[in-house]
């Protein structure tokens, strides 16, 4: 997977610097330690500290001192050190090029040469890496994660005081991707983070990101229509939702009709994006995989019926993640965080693997 920044923060092979991925959404910051232990990992720290309203929104940081704040904060309690984060992907640019064969070390400048062809940034004010998906006697397929470097300095500026060193930041499209789809899983899976305030969507192919969206539809919307259909509070709505869900009640007709007024939006918004990987090919491409599941995580992924919903509807197997599983056997180690609240924690697992994986 891609990594931003990574040259800014050189690390020593020498230097054991423990795994400690850092989630920063809307509504919290969350983190986990992953520990090796033998053949697998084992949970470390872990927790999560509440956003104030308005400090982000979607994705924008709207007020550096109260998210620094909040950062200082999680150092105090957890002492925690070094870490690597997550940048939303409604910030940053995917694009795919074709590059003509070269040596290796000569990849960068080539992309940087053709960037703006690409993305609607200048290339001195854009930073970026790059996966390379495919390789011939020809040249190479390349996938650029770009983002704008007042972005970039601006998630700097963000760290400084706060007691917290972030070693890499990362799109948290690709840290999702590591921690929900298997390591050497080729496959082609939608991955579906269903949270409070938005949607994300991302195709992973050959274990590489390959698209990004975000709909603007998550778990409050449904709050709000239940609230709304059977006048109680928000807190009501929230508890009647996770407790029956779209599962059909003969006596809670009403709150299943509020929710399917959202849910058959996002369904609606979700097919449009399956169709158009299907049947929008980039430059150079002549076909494309086809999506052979849904993975469901986000705070609201386990909305009762959710799965089986959309299932039905996009003709494709769909199941929640496992964010485990690239870390832990269930035969060897149960993590101490409960099913439910792992869903919440998969881009934080996933930059914690990605630490693993460079010390590998």
Known sequence: MAKFFSKFF??????????????????????IELLPEGANYTIGRFGEKKIPAG??????IKD???????LSSLRAEYKIDFVGVSVSEEQTYLARMSLPRLKRSDIRGSIELQIEEHIPLKAEETVFDYEIISENENGYDVEVSALPLALAENYFSLFEDTGLTPLVFEIEAQAMARAVVQRGDVSTRMIIDFGETRTGLSVVSGGVVMFTSTLDIGGRSLDTA???SLNISPKEAELKKKEHGLLKDPNNKELFFALMQPVSVLKDEINKHFVYWHTHLEFGEHERKKIDGIILCGGDSNLLGFSDYLSANLKVPVKLANVWTNVCSFDVDIPQ?????????????GLALGGVYEND
């Open 64 to 70: 550096a001192a109260g998210l620094k704040k909040v």
């Open 55 to 60: 400090v982000i929104e979607s994705g924008k």
């Open 10 to 31: 050189p690390t020593p092979r020498f230097l054991k610097i423990p795994a400690v991925g850092l989630d920063i959404s809307d509504q919290a910051v969350r983190f």
């Open 337 to 349: 965080i409960t099913f439910n609240d792992s869903l919440h924690y998969a881009t934080s697992v």
């Open 226 to 228: 239940v609230q709304k």
